[in-house]
């Protein structure tokens, strides 16, 4: 099993999961968002 992550911020959405997606060849993303106080 080869296991890998990253973490990447980007302020226009649509165009980081592009990014994301082309660039990587896992089966699956995980997305998430961080809550700012």
Do not use: P
Request: with cysteine; aromatic share 2%; charged share 25%.
């Amino acid at each position: 099993v080869k296991v890998q992550a990253k973490v990447r911020c980007s302020s226009a959405i649509e165009k980081g999961l592009v990014d994301e997606a082309t660039s990587t060849q896992a089966g699956f993303l995980i997305l998430g968002r961080s809550k700012k106080v």
